[in-house]
């Protein structure tokens, strides 16, 4: 079955994702300005775009186990998920900026609030990721220490779900959900990283 599924894959082409990306924003803000989004629009629409943030985070992160454990071969999709990701990070972030605080107090809230702290330095990890996100950096870096800096995103996910768990109120299970999950990844993560350096075996 994952052969057949890794066959099918193999002929869907990775730009096809940027192509579908944004279309869940568009609905979105459509959803907000025909007023089915609730009173306070703004907020809703922010809150769905740092959801599909986080979601495309997990999708970039369970690229490796998901071949690892499963078998199941999306490496080649795992660049445009990651400029996707980003992408949706700054929906997210521009509509803070604008349709919520409407530029007013920014830096003031950046400070005080910590759940924007812990987000903003989320989104400022991911630039440098999505700025070497091509083939031209991978050269000119080299592929260790591009590799190496790519690995921001283990700090860009904890912090993306340390930004959900303060930024709700009181006991939710919701991001504390996401917060496992991505715990998880990580670990399993870390564990491969460790099982793949020279002189360390691997389970059979």
Excluded: C
């Amino acid at each position: 079955m994952v052969d057949q599924v890794n066959t099918a894959l193999r002929r869907v082409p990775a730009w096809v994702l940027y192509l579908v990306a944004p279309l869940p924003v568009l609905a979105i803000y459509y959803l907000g300005l025909t007023g089915s989004l609730g009173v306070d629009p703004a907020k809703r629409i922010e809150h769905e775009l740092g959801l599909w943030s986080l979601w495309l985070l997990i999708a970039g992160l369970s690229i490796s186990p998901a071949r690892r454990w499963v078998g199941l071969n999306l490496l080649k999709f795992r660049r445009a998920v990651g400029v996707i990701t980003f992408f949706y990070l700054q929906a997210h972030l521009l509509t803070w900026l604008v349709l919520d605080v409407q530029f007013q107090n920014v830096w003031a809230d950046i400070v005080k609030r910590w759940y924007i702290t812990v987000g903003m330095a989320a989104f400022v990890l991911m630039i440098p990721l999505a700025l070497t996100s091509n083939d031209w950096s991978l050269k000119r870096l080299g592929a260790s220490t591009w590799r190496k800096l790519h690995k921001l995103v283990y700090p860009i996910a904890i912090l993306g779900a340390v930004h959900f768990l303060l930024l709700v109120k009181g006991f939710q299970w919701e991001p504390i959900i996401y917060a496992v999950i991505i715990a998880g990844l990580l670990f399993s993560r870390i564990r491969t990283d460790r099982l793949s350096r020279p002189g360390m075996s691997r389970p059979t």
